[in-house]
């Protein structure tokens, strides 16, 4: 059995193998697109590929769309709940990447999917322009999301990029009437290699894009930089700490603090669970270490300030506030233009100016909240105020109240 997988199926593929541990190595092998077979069986059904002998089960279950290409017209695979795309021409050869494990080994039983680059244009055809730019920095960063669920489900932390900016553009230029191309030109441009988390993506991703396309124009960033805090000496681990985000050519730039990032929540889940019962010890001491962990990890962030401050680095710490909060990220970008002008001398107008339109705000705020994790516009509640203070209705939402202001 042989078939292609594309567009959101490779999609999810990747995402799934790197959420498994696949090495960089895999997604270097790469080979030409088969034509589709099923052996035997007289018609295509989704029993026949194999996927749950694959791992990719979860992610391409009978529920999923399947998005399959193949060489020539005559080679369609008719399925429900499927799409089909023919590349007779256009993409270069070696565009496919082998899934290989003992059930898909051999010419006659292989399942391929698109390779990172690939994906990157076809995509272009399905999401937006920031979330172009943001799939461009998880295929060449180091976080993965969720292939079932890639808005709200976990996201796998610490792999291995699976291509580069570089990569991507070099790929776009051997691509000849492929759709999605122009488009994928044009936001390449605003990727940036080595993030590490969806929301510094977000963040990156803001500041780079145009204005029309509601970003702030900032030219070139650079993500986690490894930098010195020690002058005269070589660079260690001990002696560097690495900030989200520089504007390049500076050293200013900025720090995304996420609610997990600083875990208060998990100290209100202790808290609740000691006080329900008070009779037990255990209870008490997950509550002191969890309040020792997100104690060291404050201290942390604080050294790590001082640190960067020492070493000449203006880098401004962003929390989710920023970007909830109408207007949030506009005074955060104002803050960093200043800092970056103070340092270089150097005007940057157009980033005032996209900060300043109040067109802009509105529409940039509404495309933030969509792409925050979780049904922001539909299920955040505002909060109710009596003389300054949250009403709330128990001492579990009264601990939830303290964490969240």
Not at 26 to 54: I, N, Q, V, Y
Not at 282 to 296: F, G
Request: a negative charge; hydrophobic letters at 40%.
């Amino acid at each position: 059995m042989s078939i292609a997988l594309n567009k959101r199926s490779a999609l999810s593929v990747i995402r799934a193998l790197r959420a498994n541990g696949s090495p960089r190595t895999m997604f270097e092998k790469r080979t030409d697109l088969p034509l589709p077979s099923h052996s035997s069986r007289k018609k295509w059904t989704r029993s026949a590929f194999g996927f749950e002998a694959l791992g990719l089960g979860s992610c391409l279950d009978k529920a999923t769309p399947l998005d399959i290409a193949v060489p020539n017209a005559e080679a369609r695979v008719r399925l429900v709940n499927s799409t089909c795309s023919v590349y007779a021409s256009g993409i270069p050869p070696k565009s496919f990447v082998p899934v290989e494990n003992a059930e898909s080994k051999g010419a006659s039983n292989q399942t391929v999917f698109s390779c990172p680059e690939l994906v990157f244009i076809e995509m272009a055809t399905v999401l937006s322009p920031m979330e172009l730019v943001m799939l461009g920095h998880e295929l060449c960063g180091t976080f993965s999301r969720d292939a079932a669920d890639p808005a709200c489900g976990p996201v796998t932390f610490g792999v291995e990029p699976v291509t580069s900016a570089e990569r991507i553009a070099a790929f776009i230029d051997q691509v000849k009437n492929v759709r999605g191309k122009e488009v994928a030109r044009k936001m390449v441009r605003f990727v940036d290699d080595n993030a590490w988390s969806p929301m510094e993506s977000l963040v990156a991703a803001l500041l780079r894009m145009r204005a029309d396309d509601l970003g702030f124009s900032f030219d070139s960033l650079v993500l986690n930089p490894r930098v010195s805090i020690q002058d005269g000496e070589e660079a260690t681990k001990d002696s560097t700490r690495v900030p989200d985000i520089l504007v390049s050519g500076t050293k200013v730039g900025l720090n995304y603090d996420g609610m997990v990032h600083l875990d208060l929540a998990a100290v209100a889940r202790a808290a609740a669970e000691a006080a329900t019962h008070p009779e037990s010890a255990y209870p008490q001491e997950i509550l002191e270490t969890t309040m020792s962990h997100v104690r060291a990890k404050a201290v942390d962030d604080l050294r790590r300030n001082r640190e960067l401050a020492s070493a000449g680095y203006t880098v401004l710490p962003v929390v989710k506030e920023d970007l909830i909060e109408p207007g949030g990220i506009e005074q955060l970008v104002m803050r960093l233009i200043a800092a970056v002008e103070s340092e270089t001398g150097q005007s940057l107008e157009a980033q005032r100016r996209a900060c300043s339109l109040m067109a802009l705000t509105d529409e940039r705020h509404k495309l933030v909240m969509s792409l925050l994790p979780g049904k922001h516009e539909r299920d955040i509640k505002l909060a109710r105020f009596v003389g300054g203070f949250k009403v709330v209705d128990g001492p579990q939402e009264a601990i939830e109240c303290m964490v969240e202001l």
